[in-house]
């Protein structure tokens, strides 16, 4: 069946570092991929998309670029804050039948200061 | 935003009651679903629906039954309440543009 493989976390990191978290995705198609945020206490929200291959998602710092030849979908920041202490999900949109976002298990990401 | 509530936020509830979970959503959107979110399960799909009287299962749907009687409304039941069931439920939208979700905020449900 459809699947993602997200890097397990917990991720701790000191401010300014460079961020990466792996998604790997399984090759069903040519689905949407989407990676989602979650700020303690809140729901989900989109953090960038990729529609395509060789595109790239980009907000708020975070780039995500939708790499076929490998199945992923890797999320990098430069510099990160410690307003990014969050919770990080991969999410691909396999399209057609049900048509179900299949969501990654989340890294849960700490910037200290 | 794609005005999706759900209610309650919070409830507690004991062993064996019924509850009712409601998403309501205000912009006509025809695919919604209920997740649950567990610490080391990520988010598990319960039930979902593409359509008014149109529902099918997620993954861990034992003990949950779902209506949607209407485009705007999706509920959510647990008909005998578990302490298994206790978590944060969230319900979602698909969106017509990039198939990506909106998220409501969330209803804590604790079984005790």
């Known amino acids: 069946g459809n699947s993602v493989t997200q890097m397990e976390g917990p991720v701790t990191l000191s401010e300014e570092a460079f961020l990466t978290i792996n998604c790997t995705y399984t090759a069903t198609g040519y689905p949407s991929l989407f990676w989602y945020v979650q700020y303690p206490g809140e729901g989900l929200q989109l953090l960038l998309k990729?529609?395509?291959?060789?595109d790239k998602g980009s907000n708020k710092g975070f780039e995500a670029t939708y790499r076929k030849e490998t199945t992923s979908f890797h999320l990098e920041k430069g510099s990160v804050q410690v307003s990014d202490s969050a919770v990080y999900f991969c999410a691909p949109n396999y399209q057609g039948g049900s048509e179900k976002l299949v969501f990654g298990k989340g890294t849960k990401l700490t910037v200290n200061p | 935003d794609a005005g999706i509530t759900q209610s309650p936020r919070h409830k507690v509830t004991e062993t064996g009651t019924p509850v009712t979970l409601r998403c309501h959503q205000t912009?006509?959107?025809?695919?919604m679903y209920w997740y649950r979110q567990d610490p080391g399960h990520g988010l598990r799909l319960i039930h979902y629906?593409?359509?008014?009287?149109?529902?099918d299962k997620g993954e861990v749907s034992d003990g949950y039954s779902v209506s949607r009687s209407k485009t705007e409304d999706f509920l959510l039941t647990l008909e005998s309440a578990t302490s298994s069931q206790t978590s944060v439920y969230f319900c979602a939208i698909r969106n017509r543009a990039d198939y990506g979700y909106t998220f409501g905020s969330g209803t804590r449900l604790t079984v005790v």
């Open positions: 629906s593409y359509g008014v009287k149109d529902t």
């Open positions: 990729a529609t395509k291959a060789d």
């Open positions: 912009e006509n959107h025809r695919y």
